[in-house]
């Protein structure tokens, strides 16, 4: 599928629990979806047969682990996912850049995105684990320590994501969650924004999961959310 395909830019999450689950969301949006987030909850119940999916539909594969671990551990884990193709694997910038570098290295054609600030944490939560920071400028300050490390794809809310592309440049491929078209419910994300607002802040990859997945027809909101990002992409 073509960058510019608007599908391509969309990662819809498969919070699921099992593998049939996963199958039926995946054949009921394939139409629309480019790419397909497998995250830890499905992983840990099946592991690479999630993975097989995706790409028997003829899909990216998104692989949501969000490493975090020691240099030698984490190397080790990055080369076992680029060995099943998958096109994207998640790794804390937490973890430091002897880690973070240590998994570039054996990343293969897998493009390696680095988790900034969960969407989940607002400012009082960063307080609370001892970063003591805002989450645009931790955001920003992880970024840039993992794009010194030699990974250049970023997991960051899209409001810090318009500051992230003008310090980083066009080089760096910036991945938002939290995304809700508009009159979504909230749930447990507290930095969102519309698909919309998010290409036009410098986006490259949306990740999209509840409005999809709980919609009464996955496949109509799945075509509706393409048809928001592909107004926004021409504008």
């Known amino acids: 599928m073509p960058e510019n395909d608007p599908r391509s830019r969309i990662a819809l999450a498969l919070d699921v629990a099992d593998l049939d689950a996963a199958a039926r969301l995946v054949d009921q949006t394939k139409e629309h979806v480019g790419v397909f987030k497998v995250g830890l909850e499905l992983y840990t119940a099946v592991g690479p047969a999630a ?10 594969c998104f692989l949501d682990l969000k490493l975090h671990d020691i240099p030698a551990t984490m190397g080790r884990s990055v080369a076992r996912a ?16 002897s880690a973070l570098e240590a998994a570039e290295e054996r990343a293969g054609g897998t493009r390696l995105l680095a988790v900034t600030v969960l969407t989940s944490l607002d400012g009082a939560a960063l307080d609370e684990i001892g970063l003591g920071s805002s989450p ?22 899209a409001l810090e994501c318009s500051a992230l592309r003008e310090s980083l440049g066009e080089e ?3 991945v938002t969650p939290g ?4 009159g979504a419910a909230v749930g447990d994300q507290r930095r969102i924004m519309t698909p919309a607002d998010a290409i036009e802040a410098g986006a490259d990859l949306l990740v999209i999961g509840r409005p999809i997945r709980d919609a009464a027809d996955p496949n ?10 592909e107004s926004a992409l021409s504008r």
């Open 82 to 97: 680029s060995a099943m193709g998958v096109a994207y694997l998640t790794v804390h910038a937490l973890a430091g850049s």
């Open 51 to 60: 993975v097989e999916l995706v790409h028997a539909a003829g899909a990216r």
């Open 179 to 182: 995304i809700r078209p508009s």
């Open 172 to 174: 760096a491929f910036l």
């Open 220 to 229: 109509q909101a799945a075509a509706d959310i393409v048809r928001e990002v």
């Open 136 to 157: 645009a400028h931790a955001a920003s300050r992880l970024a840039t320590l993992a794009m010194a490390s030699g990974v250049s794809g970023f997991v960051t809310s």
